[in-house]
Protein backbone atom coordinates (compact mmCIF):
# COMPACT_ATOMS: atom_id res chain seq x y z
CA UNK A 1 0.00 0.00 0.00
CA UNK A 2 2.84 2.41 1.12
CA UNK A 3 4.63 1.70 -1.67
CA UNK A 4 2.35 1.95 -4.47
CA UNK A 5 1.12 5.41 -2.71
CA UNK A 6 4.82 6.45 -2.86
CA UNK A 7 5.39 5.19 -6.85
CA UNK A 8 2.16 7.23 -7.62
CA UNK A 9 3.61 10.35 -5.88
CA UNK A 10 7.01 10.14 -7.91
CA UNK A 11 4.74 10.01 -11.30
CA UNK A 12 3.21 12.71 -10.32
CA UNK A 13 6.28 14.64 -9.43
CA UNK A 14 7.57 13.49 -12.84
CA UNK A 15 4.59 14.46 -14.36
CA UNK A 16 4.47 18.41 -12.65
CA UNK A 17 8.01 18.99 -13.85
CA UNK A 18 7.85 17.83 -17.19
CA UNK A 19 4.86 20.11 -17.76
CA UNK A 20 7.40 23.26 -16.07
CA UNK A 21 9.96 22.12 -18.82
CA UNK A 22 7.48 22.23 -21.40
CA UNK A 23 6.11 25.74 -20.26
CA UNK A 24 9.69 27.10 -20.20
CA UNK A 25 9.89 25.79 -23.62
CA UNK A 26 7.01 27.35 -24.76
CA UNK A 27 8.00 30.44 -23.38
CA UNK A 28 11.56 30.16 -24.65
CA UNK A 29 10.01 29.45 -28.42
CA UNK A 30 7.44 32.33 -27.66
CA UNK A 31 10.71 34.59 -26.83
CA UNK A 32 12.83 33.59 -29.95
CA UNK A 33 9.70 34.36 -32.13
CA UNK A 34 8.99 37.96 -31.29
CA UNK A 35 12.46 38.27 -31.67
CA UNK A 36 12.32 37.11 -35.05
CA UNK A 37 9.38 39.03 -35.52
CA UNK A 38 10.86 41.83 -34.39
CA UNK A 39 13.89 41.27 -36.50
CA UNK A 40 12.22 40.52 -39.28
CA UNK A 41 10.18 44.25 -38.43
CA UNK A 42 12.94 46.22 -38.79
CA UNK A 43 15.87 44.43 -40.40
CA UNK A 44 19.36 45.65 -40.85
CA UNK A 45 19.88 47.65 -43.79
CA UNK A 46 22.21 47.99 -46.64
CA UNK A 47 23.81 51.09 -47.43
CA UNK A 48 21.94 51.56 -51.04
CA UNK A 49 18.31 50.98 -49.55
CA UNK A 50 19.02 53.82 -46.47
CA UNK A 51 16.64 56.96 -46.82
CA UNK A 52 19.59 59.33 -47.77
CA UNK A 53 20.03 61.51 -44.80
CA UNK A 54 21.75 58.45 -43.35
CA UNK A 55 24.51 58.04 -46.67
CA UNK A 56 27.14 59.45 -44.89
CA UNK A 57 29.82 56.79 -45.06
CA UNK A 58 29.96 54.54 -48.39
CA UNK A 59 32.33 52.66 -47.32
CA UNK A 60 30.53 51.26 -44.37
CA UNK A 61 28.00 48.43 -46.67
CA UNK A 62 25.54 46.68 -44.42
CA UNK A 63 23.94 46.58 -40.26
CA UNK A 64 22.76 49.64 -40.95
CA UNK A 65 19.10 50.54 -38.63
CA UNK A 66 16.89 53.13 -40.59
CA UNK A 67 13.58 54.99 -39.36
CA UNK A 68 13.76 52.76 -35.92
CA UNK A 69 11.13 53.43 -33.39
CA UNK A 70 13.15 54.95 -30.23
CA UNK A 71 12.11 51.79 -28.05
CA UNK A 72 13.57 49.75 -30.86
CA UNK A 73 16.61 52.24 -31.56
CA UNK A 74 17.41 52.16 -26.94
CA UNK A 75 17.41 48.49 -26.76
CA UNK A 76 19.68 48.07 -30.06
CA UNK A 77 22.46 48.69 -27.61
CA UNK A 78 22.32 45.06 -26.75
CA UNK A 79 22.20 43.94 -30.44
CA UNK A 80 25.06 43.77 -33.39
CA UNK A 81 24.89 46.64 -36.05
CA UNK A 82 27.43 49.13 -37.51
CA UNK A 83 26.75 51.05 -34.32
CA UNK A 84 26.94 49.43 -31.62
CA UNK A 85 30.58 49.81 -30.89
CA UNK A 86 30.27 53.58 -31.87
CA UNK A 87 28.02 53.78 -28.61
CA UNK A 88 29.55 51.32 -26.26
CA UNK A 89 33.37 52.61 -27.14
CA UNK A 90 32.10 56.43 -25.06
CA UNK A 91 29.47 55.11 -22.92
CA UNK A 92 32.29 52.81 -21.47
CA UNK A 93 34.40 55.82 -21.45
CA UNK A 94 31.51 57.93 -19.76
CA UNK A 95 31.11 55.41 -16.91
CA UNK A 96 35.08 55.74 -16.41
CA UNK A 97 35.01 59.78 -15.94
CA UNK A 98 31.95 59.25 -13.83
CA UNK A 99 33.87 56.78 -11.44
CA UNK A 100 36.57 58.85 -11.80
CA UNK A 101 34.86 62.06 -11.01
CA UNK A 102 33.10 60.32 -7.96
CA UNK A 103 36.68 58.89 -6.52
CA UNK A 104 37.80 63.09 -6.43
CA UNK A 105 34.79 64.58 -5.06
CA UNK A 106 34.96 61.48 -2.17
CA UNK A 107 38.75 63.06 -1.41
CA UNK A 108 38.37 65.96 0.27
CA UNK A 109 37.24 63.78 3.17
CA UNK A 110 40.62 62.32 3.27
CA UNK A 111 41.94 65.53 3.06
CA UNK A 112 39.57 66.17 6.35
CA UNK A 113 41.48 63.11 7.81
CA UNK A 114 44.31 65.01 7.73
CA UNK A 115 42.78 68.03 8.99
CA UNK A 116 41.62 65.64 12.40
CA UNK A 117 45.51 65.50 13.14
CA UNK A 118 46.10 68.90 13.03
CA UNK A 119 45.43 71.42 15.88
CA UNK A 120 43.84 73.58 13.44
CA UNK A 121 40.70 71.08 12.38
CA UNK A 122 40.10 69.47 16.12
CA UNK A 123 37.76 71.31 17.98
CA UNK A 124 34.84 70.60 15.24
CA UNK A 125 36.18 67.96 12.95
CA UNK A 126 32.35 67.48 12.40
CA UNK A 127 31.33 70.49 11.09
CA UNK A 128 33.94 71.05 9.40
CA UNK A 129 33.55 68.63 6.55
CA UNK A 130 30.78 70.23 4.16
CA UNK A 131 32.57 73.56 4.78
CA UNK A 132 35.82 72.20 4.04
CA UNK A 133 34.70 70.84 0.84
CA UNK A 134 33.28 74.24 -0.25
CA UNK A 135 36.29 75.55 0.67
CA UNK A 136 38.15 73.48 -0.95
CA UNK A 137 36.11 73.85 -4.58
CA UNK A 138 36.55 77.04 -4.47
CA UNK A 139 39.94 77.23 -3.11
CA UNK A 140 40.12 79.14 -0.42
CA UNK A 141 41.52 76.14 2.57
CA UNK A 142 44.96 76.73 4.19
CA UNK A 143 45.29 73.68 6.23
CA UNK A 144 48.14 74.85 8.66
CA UNK A 145 50.21 71.86 9.37
CA UNK A 146 51.82 72.46 13.07
CA UNK A 147 54.30 70.40 12.75
CA UNK A 148 55.09 70.59 16.72
CA UNK A 149 51.91 69.06 17.23
CA UNK A 150 52.57 66.25 15.10
CA UNK A 151 55.90 65.22 15.67
CA UNK A 152 57.58 64.71 18.99
CA UNK A 153 60.77 64.20 17.83
CA UNK A 154 63.53 67.18 17.94
CA UNK A 155 61.92 69.51 15.49
CA UNK A 156 62.06 72.89 14.82
CA UNK A 157 58.85 74.45 15.91
CA UNK A 158 57.33 75.79 13.15
CA UNK A 159 53.77 76.22 10.89
CA UNK A 160 53.89 75.52 7.44
CA UNK A 161 51.13 76.89 5.13
CA UNK A 162 49.49 74.91 2.78
CA UNK A 163 47.41 76.19 -0.07
CA UNK A 164 44.97 73.79 -1.60
CA UNK A 165 44.35 74.81 -5.09
CA UNK A 166 40.83 75.02 -6.33
CA UNK A 167 39.06 71.88 -7.40
CA UNK A 168 36.29 73.55 -9.56
CA UNK A 169 38.78 73.73 -12.91
CA UNK A 170 39.16 69.92 -12.39
CA UNK A 171 35.33 69.28 -12.32
CA UNK A 172 34.91 71.55 -15.05
CA UNK A 173 37.06 69.42 -17.51
CA UNK A 174 35.64 66.24 -15.65
CA UNK A 175 32.00 67.57 -16.60
CA UNK A 176 32.94 68.61 -19.96
CA UNK A 177 34.26 65.26 -21.14
CA UNK A 178 31.07 63.29 -19.37
CA UNK A 179 29.08 65.51 -21.40
CA UNK A 180 30.63 64.70 -24.69
CA UNK A 181 31.13 61.24 -24.23
CA UNK A 182 27.60 60.60 -23.03
CA UNK A 183 26.22 62.97 -25.58
CA UNK A 184 27.62 60.69 -28.34
CA UNK A 185 26.69 57.37 -27.19
CA UNK A 186 23.00 58.78 -27.01
CA UNK A 187 23.81 60.26 -30.65
CA UNK A 188 25.12 56.99 -32.17
CA UNK A 189 22.62 55.04 -30.40
CA UNK A 190 19.01 57.17 -31.71
CA UNK A 191 19.99 58.84 -34.91
CA UNK A 192 18.76 56.12 -36.60
CA UNK A 193 15.19 57.44 -35.62
CA UNK A 194 14.07 60.30 -38.17
CA UNK A 195 15.41 63.00 -39.97
CA UNK A 196 15.17 65.98 -37.58
CA UNK A 197 16.56 63.86 -34.29
CA UNK A 198 19.15 62.66 -36.59
CA UNK A 199 20.18 66.42 -37.51
CA UNK A 200 19.44 67.69 -34.11
CA UNK A 201 21.62 64.51 -32.15
CA UNK A 202 24.68 65.13 -34.89
CA UNK A 203 24.51 69.08 -33.78
CA UNK A 204 24.44 67.98 -30.15
CA UNK A 205 27.81 65.42 -30.77
CA UNK A 206 29.55 68.15 -32.23
CA UNK A 207 28.67 70.33 -29.33
CA UNK A 208 29.33 67.82 -27.06
CA UNK A 209 33.08 67.31 -29.14
CA UNK A 210 33.58 71.47 -28.53
CA UNK A 211 32.81 71.70 -24.87
CA UNK A 212 35.05 68.70 -24.34
CA UNK A 213 38.01 70.66 -25.84
CA UNK A 214 37.37 73.63 -24.26
CA UNK A 215 37.12 72.68 -20.67
CA UNK A 216 40.19 70.40 -21.52
CA UNK A 217 41.84 73.84 -21.06
CA UNK A 218 40.51 75.18 -17.71
CA UNK A 219 42.01 73.17 -15.45
CA UNK A 220 45.95 73.40 -17.15
CA UNK A 221 45.52 77.24 -17.96
CA UNK A 222 43.91 77.93 -14.30
CA UNK A 223 46.67 75.76 -12.31
CA UNK A 224 49.80 76.75 -15.03
CA UNK A 225 48.57 80.35 -14.59
CA UNK A 226 47.69 80.49 -10.72
CA UNK A 227 49.71 83.04 -9.56
CA UNK A 228 49.69 85.42 -12.97
CA UNK A 229 45.75 86.23 -13.29
CA UNK A 230 45.99 88.33 -16.37
CA UNK A 231 47.80 85.38 -18.36
CA UNK A 232 45.13 83.51 -16.77
CA UNK A 233 41.92 85.45 -17.34
CA UNK A 234 42.83 86.21 -20.66
CA UNK A 235 43.61 82.66 -21.93
CA UNK A 236 40.27 81.17 -20.32
CA UNK A 237 38.52 84.21 -21.93
CA UNK A 238 40.47 83.13 -25.63
CA UNK A 239 39.15 79.54 -25.31
CA UNK A 240 35.94 80.38 -24.25
CA UNK A 241 34.70 82.49 -26.94
CA UNK A 242 36.62 80.27 -29.00
CA UNK A 243 34.77 77.94 -28.20
CA UNK A 244 31.07 79.65 -28.43
CA UNK A 245 31.57 80.78 -32.03
CA UNK A 246 32.55 77.06 -32.72
CA UNK A 247 29.27 76.09 -30.79
CA UNK A 248 27.47 78.87 -32.94
CA UNK A 249 28.82 77.72 -36.45
CA UNK A 250 27.68 73.82 -35.90
CA UNK A 251 24.35 74.41 -34.58
CA UNK A 252 23.94 75.68 -37.83
CA UNK A 253 22.00 73.04 -39.78
CA UNK A 254 23.72 72.90 -42.99
CA UNK A 255 27.16 72.60 -41.52
CA UNK A 256 26.64 69.12 -39.68
CA UNK A 257 26.01 67.54 -43.05
CA UNK A 258 28.44 65.17 -44.26
CA UNK A 259 29.84 67.76 -47.41
CA UNK A 260 31.40 69.95 -43.98
CA UNK A 261 33.13 67.13 -42.41
CA UNK A 262 36.13 68.90 -43.21
CA UNK A 263 35.47 72.02 -42.07
CA UNK A 264 34.42 70.39 -38.95
CA UNK A 265 37.64 68.71 -38.29
CA UNK A 266 39.52 71.84 -39.29
CA UNK A 267 37.24 73.88 -36.55
CA UNK A 268 37.95 71.02 -34.07
CA UNK A 269 41.62 71.41 -34.80
CA UNK A 270 42.45 75.00 -34.63
CA UNK A 271 40.58 74.66 -31.32
CA UNK A 272 43.06 72.47 -29.94
CA UNK A 273 45.83 73.91 -32.03
CA UNK A 274 44.82 77.25 -30.24
CA UNK A 275 46.58 75.10 -26.87
CA UNK A 276 49.78 75.63 -28.26
CA UNK A 277 50.48 79.02 -27.54
CA UNK A 278 49.35 78.40 -23.61
CA UNK A 279 51.10 75.50 -23.94
CA UNK A 280 54.39 77.53 -25.13
CA UNK A 281 53.43 80.05 -22.79
CA UNK A 282 53.30 77.73 -19.76
CA UNK A 283 56.61 75.63 -20.80
CA UNK A 284 58.81 78.80 -20.56
CA UNK A 285 57.39 80.37 -17.53
CA UNK A 286 57.67 76.93 -15.83
CA UNK A 287 61.10 75.75 -17.76
CA UNK A 288 63.30 75.02 -14.20
CA UNK A 289 59.92 73.22 -13.16
CA UNK A 290 60.79 69.43 -12.25
CA UNK A 291 57.63 67.65 -13.15
CA UNK A 292 57.52 69.88 -16.67
CA UNK A 293 58.74 66.98 -18.71
CA UNK A 294 55.88 64.50 -17.30
CA UNK A 295 53.29 66.83 -17.42
CA UNK A 296 54.37 67.63 -21.32
CA UNK A 297 54.37 63.82 -21.77
CA UNK A 298 51.26 63.59 -20.52
CA UNK A 299 49.94 65.99 -23.12
CA UNK A 300 51.68 65.42 -25.96
CA UNK A 301 50.03 62.05 -25.67
CA UNK A 302 46.36 63.77 -25.35
CA UNK A 303 47.47 65.97 -28.37
CA UNK A 304 48.35 62.82 -30.40
CA UNK A 305 45.44 60.87 -29.55
CA UNK A 306 43.22 63.71 -30.41
CA UNK A 307 44.90 64.27 -33.93
CA UNK A 308 45.50 60.84 -35.21
CA UNK A 309 41.94 60.59 -34.08
CA UNK A 310 40.93 63.16 -36.66
CA UNK A 311 42.89 62.17 -39.51
CA UNK A 312 40.96 58.57 -39.11
CA UNK A 313 37.28 60.66 -38.64
CA UNK A 314 38.62 63.09 -41.93
CA UNK A 315 39.88 59.79 -44.08
CA UNK A 316 38.05 57.36 -43.05
CA UNK A 317 40.74 55.11 -43.04
CA UNK A 318 41.00 51.36 -43.29
CA UNK A 319 37.22 51.04 -44.73
CA UNK A 320 37.52 52.95 -47.54
CA UNK A 321 40.79 50.28 -48.49
CA UNK A 322 38.39 47.81 -48.11
CA UNK A 323 34.28 48.67 -48.13
CA UNK A 324 32.40 46.32 -46.11
CA UNK A 325 35.34 44.67 -44.38
CA UNK A 326 34.63 46.68 -41.23
CA UNK A 327 31.27 47.23 -41.12
CA UNK A 328 30.96 46.07 -37.74
CA UNK A 329 34.39 46.47 -36.22
CA UNK A 330 37.39 48.16 -37.09
CA UNK A 331 35.77 51.02 -39.00
CA UNK A 332 37.59 55.15 -38.57
CA UNK A 333 34.47 56.51 -36.19
CA UNK A 334 35.16 53.30 -33.88
CA UNK A 335 39.40 54.24 -34.04
CA UNK A 336 38.29 58.09 -33.08
CA UNK A 337 36.63 57.62 -29.98
CA UNK A 338 38.80 55.29 -28.76
CA UNK A 339 41.57 57.62 -29.25
CA UNK A 340 39.33 60.65 -27.53
CA UNK A 341 39.12 58.06 -24.73
CA UNK A 342 42.50 57.72 -24.72
CA UNK A 343 43.54 61.19 -24.86
CA UNK A 344 41.12 62.37 -22.64
CA UNK A 345 42.54 60.07 -19.86
CA UNK A 346 46.66 60.99 -20.56
CA UNK A 347 44.67 64.81 -20.01
CA UNK A 348 43.41 63.76 -16.43
CA UNK A 349 46.85 62.12 -15.72
CA UNK A 350 48.22 65.56 -16.66
CA UNK A 351 45.93 67.30 -14.99
CA UNK A 352 46.43 65.47 -11.76
CA UNK A 353 50.24 66.19 -11.71
CA UNK A 354 49.72 69.77 -11.85
CA UNK A 355 46.79 69.93 -9.37
CA UNK A 356 49.53 68.16 -6.77
CA UNK A 357 52.48 70.39 -7.49
CA UNK A 358 49.83 73.15 -6.68
CA UNK A 359 48.91 71.74 -4.11
CA UNK A 360 52.25 71.36 -2.61
CA UNK A 361 53.95 74.25 -3.77
CA UNK A 362 51.40 76.76 -4.20
CA UNK A 363 52.98 80.06 -6.50
CA UNK A 364 56.46 78.36 -5.62
CA UNK A 365 57.51 76.70 -8.84
CA UNK A 366 58.94 73.68 -7.45
CA UNK A 367 62.55 74.64 -7.45
CA UNK A 368 62.50 77.08 -4.49
CA UNK A 369 61.72 80.55 -6.53
CA UNK A 370 58.65 81.81 -6.78
CA UNK A 371 57.23 83.04 -9.81
ZN1 LIG B 1 31.01 59.54 -32.72
Not at 111 to 132: C, H, I, P
Not at 318 to 347: K, T
Amino acid sequence: MNYSHHIRKEAQLLKKRNNKAKEKEEENNKKKMMNNHERKRYPLLCFWELPEYMKDNEYILRYYRANWPLKQALFSVFRWHNETLNVWTHLVGFVLFLGLTLANLMKPRVVDLLGLFTRSFSSSAEKNVSQNFKDLFLGTTTILFDLKQQAPMKMEPKSLGVVIAARWPFFVFLCGSMFCLLSSSICHLFSCHSHSLNLFLLRIDYVGITVMIITSFFPQIYYVFLCQPHWQLLYLAGITAMGLFTIATLLSPTLSTGKYRGFRAMLFCSMGLFGIVPAIHASIVNWGNPRRNVTLAYECTMALSYLVGTLFYVTRVPERWRPGWFDIAGHSHQIFHVLVVFGALAHYAATLKMLDWRDKFGCDNGTGMAQ
